[in-house]
Every structure is written in C-alpha cells, then in structure tokens.
T-cell receptor, first 117, second 112 residues
Framework: GAVVSQHPSRVICKSGTSVKIECRSL??????MFWYRQFPKQSLMLMAT?????????EQGVEKDKFLINHASLTLSTLTVTSAHPEDSSFYIC?????????????FGPGTRLTVL | GEDVEQSLFLSVREGDSSVINCTYT??????LYWYKQEPGAGLQLLTY?????DMKQDQRLTVLLNKKDKHLSLRIADTQTGDSAIYFC????????????FGTGTRLQVFP
C-alpha cells in the first residue's frame, strides 16, 4: 500500500512551452501533497505544499505564477511549469501525506525528469 | 534557517556495517528521518526517530541521535549489495511536522 505515481517520468520540451506533471496517490487519500525539486547531487528542495480544495502554499523564492499547482481531488495534484526555460530543467518529485497517517510521514513518487531545450 | 548536511559518498564491503552520518541545525525538530532512494524509484522511508529518543533499532537498522551535538546516524548491519542507494536524512520543521528539510544525500556503494 501507499503508492504514489508520477506522470510523465521524463519529458523534453522547447523553451517557452508549458509542461504538466501529475502526481497520484494510488491506494490512499491525500489531502496534502508536496512538490520538491532536486538538482544533481543536491538535496530535495520543497517548492510548495498542495492542499486539496484550497490554494497551494509556496516556499520562499518559488514563483507561484510559474509553477502552478492544482489539487483537484484527494488523489491527484498537478504541477504545471509555465513558459519553461532551460534553467527549469530539473528532477521534480512529489510526495503525499496519507489522510490519518502519522505526522511527517510522506510517500514519494518516482520523480519526473524535465529537460527544457 | 534549517540546514542538514551529510557526507556525499560511502563505500563498504558486503557483510560489513555501514554508518551514515548527518548533522542538522534546528534543535527543536520533532522528528528526524532516514529515507532511501534507489535509481528510478521514489524515496522510501526507512525509519524515523522522535526527538526525545537517543536510539532506535529496527532489524538491521540502528538510528542514533545526539541532540547536544545535533548529530544523527544510521547504522546498517551486515550491509548487502541491495543496500546500495542514496540515503537522505531529513528533519521536520518546528511547529509544522509535515514540512521536511532534507540533507544532500549519501551515496552508499556496497562491493563484494
């Protein structure tokens, strides 16, 4: 149990286009999901907390108009990178907190590798 | 702000013990975690320790917490090739246990 999927696993796009990444909790409900960004040989940096039915909470320095988050249901959150540029190339990872689960326990997706040409 | 540091690389022989170290800055963290990341897979929670504990053992894994020195370690007994992965420590942010600050990760390589 507690499986989180991400789609796509890998995407290559042209500069200026928008890319949508999906995060799904497959066998549990998740009111709260998280989006991280991971650079090579660096730690995961929390970008935003996604809350079902309300606006996402963004970390300092993360542009909310560039990284649009929509948490439309208890099992799905999406991250849209708008007008992507090469500096947005990174590994994006989502996680989900199971409703009723232990504080701090998050289940992670396998990540999405975004390359912007 | 919060900062979590780890050494980048550790190489051990199969059957030996591995010790992965982590230092953190915020002494008011409630929970500290160890996650494992294998290639192509998401982070997997290995174990966690509550901040008022000194040690926690779970089968081959032993977590030691030194709050005075803000030092956390993960010991893997009888290390196997399947343990080769990147290991991240993480601390929960004070007053918001859902928010995690991750270390840079330690790549563990196990050789026969």
């Amino acid at each position: 149990g507690a499986v989180v999927s991400q789609h796509p696993s890998r995407v290559i796009c042209k500069s200026g286009t928008s890319v949508k990444i999906e995060c799904r909790s497959l066998d549990f409900q998740a009111t709260t999901m998280f989006w991280y960004r991971q650079f090579p040989k660096q730690s995961l940096m929390l970008m935003a907390t996604s809350n079902e039915g309300s606006k996402a909470t963004y970390e300092q320095g993360v542009e909310k108009d560039k990284f649009l988050i929509n948490h439309a249901s208890l099992t799905l959150s999406t991250l849209t990178v708008t007008s992507a540029h090469p500096e947005d190339s990174s590994f994006y990872i989502c996680s989900a907190k199971r409703d009723g689960g232990r504080a701090g326990e998050q289940f992670f997706g396998p990540g999405t590798r975004l390359t912007v040409l | 702000g919060e900062d979590v540091e780890q050494s980048l690389f550790l190489s051990v022989r199969e059957g030996d013990s591995s010790v992965i170290n982590c230092t953190y800055t915020d002494s008011s963290s409630t929970y500290l975690y160890w996650y494992k990341q294998e290639p192509g897979a998401g982070l997997q929670l290995l174990t966690y320790i509550f901040s008022n504990m000194d040690m926690k053992q779970d089968q081959r894994l032993t977590v030691l917490l030194n709050k005075k020195d803000k030092h956390l370690s993960l010991r893997i007994a009888d290390t196997q090739t399947g343990d080769s992965a990147i290991y991240f420590c993480a601390e929960s942010v004070p007053y918001n246990t859902d928010k995690l600050i991750f270390g840079t990760g330690t790549r563990l390589q196990v050789f026969p």
